[in-house]
């Protein structure tokens, strides 16, 4: 599964041809995990990445998640299904609770478990979940699950690592960081010291400093990420990232560069 994978929050926002372009690059230069939601553009995200994922489908780590106001037993099935619909396929590889709302977890999880009985989906995981809620989903579920927490996890916000990371390492849950780049796409300038930082490392390597964030962030083989682009550049950049091996001094000036006292407030939920 690639490491480094695709979002699409917001990709219906482009053209869609561009759009379609960009997540087929990533996809022709292995960024073959595809994260999407029926949140997302209200279903229309996950129509492009039916587009896109056209006649391949056998390459792709496909992923989804149900709206929490979904996440009852049947309510589970039936996004799911209209997710798989939009799609235009008969799996989910992941299918994740997007965030916890006021269903009880034992339902939305009883959903999870029938729609892989059926084969809909192969695994199931959550997002946005903290260590008391990763504690009770796995309670109910038994070990092995969640699969995934999928958190919010960029430079300037490394809360998880306080936390949810080291829990998830123990208990063998992939850990997949959203918003890479912020959700804005931008990165400190080069005139401030963190800035630099990126930049002189980015210049030894002959590499961007969106590329050097990237590797930074999946330095630890637990964790996994998904930057969203629309721009086809976008794309071959962030999947040229996986190419990079940075060294121990380089990762630990950038962990000093932005530390994890800098975490700020995490984004809304989206
Ligand atoms: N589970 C959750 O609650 C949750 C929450 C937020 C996000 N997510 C997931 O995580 C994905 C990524 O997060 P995100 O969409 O918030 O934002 P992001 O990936 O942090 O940033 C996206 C922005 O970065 C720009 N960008 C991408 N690659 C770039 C590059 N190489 N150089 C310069 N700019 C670049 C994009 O521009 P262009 O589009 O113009 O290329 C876009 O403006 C989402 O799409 C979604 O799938 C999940």
Known sequence: MAVIG??????????????????????????????????????????LVGQAIAGRREEIFLVSKVL?????????IAACDASLARLKTDRLDCYL????????????IAGFEHLRQQGKILVWGVSNFDVPDLEEAQRIAG??????????????????ENAVLPWCE??????????????????????????????EIAEAHGA????IALRFLVRESS????????NPEHAAENARASDLQLSNA?????????????????????
């Open 223 to 230: 964790v996994f990420t998904i930057p969203k682009a629309s």
């Open 143 to 160: 070990a092995g699950h969640p699969a995934c927490n999928q958190v919010l996890y960029h430079l300037e916000e490394r809360a998880i």
């Open 6 to 47: 695709q979002g699409t929050w917001n990709i219906e926002n482009a053209t869609r041809s561009v759009t379609v372009a960009a997540l087929r690059r990533g996809l022709d230069l292995g960024m073959t995990h595809i994260d999407c939601a029926e949140m997302y553009g209200s279903g229309a995200a996950e129509a």
């Open 208 to 211: 961007t400093v969106h590329q």
């Open 68 to 76: 929490p106001t979904h996440a009852s037993h049947r309510g589970v």
């Open 170 to 199: 123990r208990h063998g849950v992939a850990v997949v960081g959203y918003s890479p780049f912020g959700n804005t796409g931008d990165l400190p300038s080069a005139r401030t010291s963190r800035g630099r930082v990126l930049q």
């Open 250 to 270: 380089e990762l630990e000036r950038i962990a000093a560069a932005f530390p994890l006292e800098r975490g700020r407030r995490a984004l809304p939920m989206l």
């Open 97 to 108: 609770l997007h965030w916890r709302g006021a269903h009880p977890l034992e339902d939305t």
